[in-house]
């Protein structure tokens, strides 16, 4: 880790607070515009905070048993990067300048809760408003290391955490951030659940990747399979899968996102995935990583018809003539409410549990009333490793 981090302190830039120092100068020369001039406003749905971003931002609102986590992303290229973090947590009371620093300190040990390495690079800095600013690098197993400028502050019973990423960041890029973080305002006076302020992890830790595979196809695409898990206790939906190639100086060569086929993943549920680079591997790719992002269940919980509605009769695996792996049944439609779409997803996984292959398939009915029963079948056109069992998942939408 030290070697590592070597290569990263000529990138730590330090920002401003989310106020002014109180040495500045109190009346300054006004601009002929303001810094956030052409910025739109984001308000959280709960009404807890509101800050002021670039209007190409993508805000997403994450799970968080705790508190409100919302990051903030902007494409830089053809890459989609997280520039901001906010989370606030309702403490359940005003904090004392020693429960702040006790807090503020609980949310940044040297390893955190998804068993992520934080370094600190320098001394904390208090601010005259009352805030702290860390500087550090967090490692994280799929994107590597990350350098960040973190700001808390204390508003009465709410601890705030502005995470910005500094990264490779652009002069134009900091000047943004500086801008947005100082039109951070919380608003102690709405009431959210009360939390525990957590040790500073990410989505990236609440959202895990497991069993997986890369291989080529034999019409040479390259193909990323495997598992992936919500570690939240909180449903979550639309999840946005990214994998990444890259060459041995880091520079960027593939890449393919997806939505997941999975409608709603429950805590600690797993669905499988298979992303797949048309391109074939590039010659000089000596890694990858895999990201995940995705939404708290709300539209399509309201609808979601889960495999406790269903059941499955399967029949024995069998073959089709052209040597492709055949998996079929019936289901039953054992629930209450008529459902439409309904489609099984199979994983097929290996020995040690590896998933090398994945298949999503309607049924033949549109739609399946209560009682109703029909069959199905999944075929299997690429494997990534010889198949040793596999698992089956029914869903749908009901009316």
């Known amino acids: 880790m030290r070697v590592f981090l070597g290569l990263w302190l000529s990138l730590l830039v330090v920002l401003t607070a989310c106020n002014s120092p109180a040495d500045e100068p109190l009346v300054q020369v006004a601009t002929a515009s303001a810094p956030d001039a052409g910025y739109i406003t984001y308000r959280h749905q709960s009404g807890v905070f509101s800050i002021r971003t670039p209007s190409g931002w993508i805000p997403n609102d994450l799970p968080d048993e705790n508190g409100v986590r919302v990051e903030f992303s902007e494409l830089e290229g053809t890459q989609s990067v997280v520039r901001l973090t906010v989370y606030v947590v309702n403490t359940g009371e005003p904090m004392s300048r020693e429960a702040f620093l006790q807090t503020a300190s609980n949310y940044l040990p040297p390893q955190d809760l998804a068993e992520y390495q934080w370094q600190q690079i320098g001394e904390a800095i208090d601010q005259a408003d009352g805030s702290r600013r860390v500087t550090g690098v967090r490692y994280y197993p799929t994107i590597g290391a990350r350098v960040l400028n973190i700001f808390m502050q204390p508003n009465g019973r709410y601890f705030s955490a502005l995470e910005a990423d500094v990264t490779e960041a652009s002069d134009a890029t900091l000047n943004t951030l500086r801008t947005v973080i100082n039109t951070f305002r919380p608003n102690p006076d709405v009431?959210?659940?009360?939390?525990?302020?957590?040790?500073?992890?990410?989505?990236?830790?609440?959202?895990?990747?497991?069993?997986?595979?890369?291989?080529?196809?034999?019409?040479?695409?390259?193909?990323?399979?495997?598992?992936?898990?919500?570690?939240?206790?909180?449903?979550?939906?639309?999840?946005?899968?990214?994998?990444?190639?890259?060459?041995?100086?880091?520079?960027?060569?593939?890449?393919?996102?997806?939505?997941?086929?999975?409608?709603?993943?429950?805590?600690?549920?797993?669905?499988?995935?298979?992303?797949?680079?048309?391109?074939?591997?590039?010659?000089?790719?000596?890694?990858?990583?895999?990201?995940?992002?995705?939404?708290?269940?709300?539209?399509?919980?309201?609808?979601?018809?889960?495999?406790?509605?269903?059941?499955?009769?399967?029949?024995?695996?069998?073959?089709?003539?052209?040597?492709?792996?055949?998996?079929?049944?019936?289901?039953?439609?054992?629930?209450?409410?008529?459902?439409?779409?309904v489609k099984v997803i199979v994983s097929v996984l290996d020995e040690q549990d590896n998933v090398v292959a994945t298949e999503t398939q309607f049924i033949n009915k549109d739609q399946l009333l209560p009682g109703e029963v029909d069959s199905y079948e999944v075929v299997i056109y690429d494997l990534g490793g010889a198949p040793a069992r596999y698992d089956l998942t029914v869903m749908g939408t009901a009316e």
């Open 191 to 341: 009431l959210i659940q009360e939390g525990q302020v957590v040790a500073g992890l990410s989505y990236a830790g609440n959202i895990s990747f497991s069993g997986y595979l890369s291989w080529v196809d034999e019409d040479g695409g390259f193909n990323i399979t495997g598992s992936v898990t919500n570690n939240q206790e909180t449903s979550i939906e639309a999840i946005r899968l990214t994998g990444t190639i890259f060459d041995v100086r880091g520079n960027q060569l593939s890449e393919e996102s997806l939505i997941l086929t999975q409608d709603v993943l429950h805590p600690h549920e797993s669905a499988p995935f298979r992303l797949r680079f048309e391109g074939g591997r590039p010659a000089n790719a000596v890694r990858y990583e895999l990201a995940a992002a995705a939404r708290v269940a709300d539209f399509s919980l309201r609808s979601f018809y889960g495999e406790e509605n269903f059941e499955v009769v399967q029949n024995p695996v069998s073959y089709t003539d052209a040597g492709n792996l055949r998996i079929s049944g019936q289901l039953l439609n054992r629930g209450s409410r008529l459902v439409r779409g």
